[in-house]
């Protein structure tokens, strides 16, 4: 059964049951959020292998979903715990064309963490 579907099913259930939301028990808004929450089974590891990679390229979050094709809402679920910065020889490439600029011009040019900027110049 799909995740919505179960959802609806479940809603229904409870709709009949108590009536309006506002008189549905504590416990069944919670299972209903639990259900509406949940992922779909089997989380592609290419799939947080991406994220994680950009991620540790300074990509903003909404500049990894644009890549990837997906919400931003779907890349925060999938975004790593914590980053260790990489630099890539285009990312060096193009850090030394920029190299005159602030760490905040180079971040807006760029569309990269003023952190991640603040971090590889060090690198160079």
């Not at 679920?77 to 030394?96: A, N, Q």
């Amino acid at each position: 059964m799909a995740l919505n579907e179960e959802l609806l099913t479940r809603i229904r259930a409870v709709e009949a049951e108590f009536g309006h939301v506002k008189n549905w028990p504590a416990s069944e808004i919670t299972e209903i959020r639990a259900i509406a929450n949940r992922e779909p089974e089997g989380t592609d590891p290419d799939e947080l292998l991406e994220v994680r990679e950009l991620a540790e390229r300074g990509f903003f979050v909404t500049q990894i979903a644009i890549r990837l094709h997906h919400s931003r809402g779907w890349v925060l679920k999938r975004m790593p715990e914590s980053i260790e910065y990489v630099l890539t020889e285009e990312d060096r490439r193009v850090l030394k064309y920029y190299r005159h600029k602030t760490i905040k011009e180079t971040s807006s040019k760029l569309q990269r963490n003023a952190d991640w900027v603040r971090e590889v110049r060090t690198r160079l």
